[in-house]
């Protein structure tokens, strides 16, 4: 098997896995419990095994589905890292001024371009 499975169905799996309930997956991810459900079982049948086992009012990963699930929530850990660091390296590069309108006008933006040029 070389195609990767759905992204959808991966993060489903990675928050069912980490929470231990489609109820509370389904409102963490702010959608239907059947929603999640049918994310877990196409992951499954992509994947052609079982990784949950499903109990009265539980679901539980079984061994393969836990080694699966580490590694998955790994990869979404460092998702969320790059992408965290990405949104604060973005924000360092902001500059941000706020002025009255008169002010901008005839003081600021006519040397907006020196600074521009001193400070690219």
């Not at 489903?12 to 994310?39: H, K, M, N, Y």
């Not at 002025?99 to 901008?104: D, I, N, Q």
Request: proline share 5%.
């Amino acid at each position: 098997m070389t195609a990767l499975p759905p992204l959808n169905a991966l993060r489903c799996f990675e928050v069912v896995g980490r929470l231990g309930s489609i109820t509370s997956a389904a409102e963490e991810l702010s959608v239907t419990p059947a929603a999640v459900s049918r994310q877990i079982r196409l992951l499954e049948e992509h994947l052609g095994l079982r990784l949950f086992l499903r109990q009265h009012r539980r679901i539980v990963l079984t061994s393969m589905g836990a080694g699966y699930h580490a590694d998955i929530a790994r990869l979404f850990g460092g998702l969320q890292r790059a992408t965290s660091e990405l949104g604060e390296r973005s924000r360092r590069r902001q500059f941000v001024i706020k002025a009255p309108h008169s002010v901008a006008m005839r003081w600021l933006l006519p040397r907006l371009s020196g600074f521009h040029r001193q400070y690219p």
